[in-house]
């Protein structure tokens, strides 16, 4: 009877392993000029997205918040898509400057936006990048590469989408976590319907 008791308390003392949960965070811009697809005729945005969120969310586990970053010329197309969807879309102006003429401002508020998330969601286990940015590593800020590295510090796993291998830059891939047969957990964004 003692024995029981002292299992039971054993069992009720263990840990309960921690769900994966994952917080996608999509420079859909990059995405969509990147992707391969070969019939315009099934192309589909929206099937694109539920196939890669199945597939993360069966192969890997819960993706607690899909976060869409748009220059808003493409939120007004899309906007009914990421709605439907149920993703949160947040806006990324092109701004005016004296030296670049105009600047893309997607890259440094994800950036942001996703340590602020980071930081704020202490059950986070995965960070996933969704891009297509093959200047990665050649640009002067590197783009996601503080995120990538505040993630890690966190102890985050890091997830990869995009719209083909070639549109990714090496250094991305590299900072990809494997998956249990030892793939990096990249996975293709493919807009079509097939």
Avoid at 109 to 128: A, F, Q, S
Avoid at 133 to 153: T, W
């Amino acid at each position: 009877m003692y024995f029981n008791n002292l299992e039971g308390n054993i069992m009720m003392g263990k840990k309960k392993t921690k769900e994966n949960k994952i917080v996608m965070l999509v420079d859909f811009e990059n995405l969509l000029t990147n992707f391969e697809i070969s019939s315009p005729t099934s192309y589909s945005v929206e099937a694109g997205f539920d196939k890669v969120t199945k597939e993360i969310s069966r192969e890997v586990g819960e993706i607690t918040d899909v976060f869409i970053f748009v220059p808003p010329h493409l939120s007004s197309l899309w906007g009914e898509t990421f709605h439907k969807q149920g993703f949160f879309t947040i806006y990324c102006p092109k701004i005016k400057t004296k030296d670049e003429g105009e600047k893309d401002t997607v890259d440094s508020i994800l950036t942001e936006y996703g340590k602020r998330e980071i930081t704020k969601n202490p059950d986070l286990t995965h960070l996933c990048i969704g891009s297509g940015d093959k200047d990665f590593a050649s640009s002067g800020e590197k783009n996601f590469v503080p995120l990538v590295r505040a993630a890690i510090r966190r102890g985050l796993k890091i997830i990869v989408v995009a719209g083909s291998l070639k549109s990714l830059s090496p250094e991305l891939i590299s900072l990809a976590d494997s998956k249990p047969d030892g793939s990096k957990m990249v996975y293709l964004f493919s807009p079509t319907k097939e």
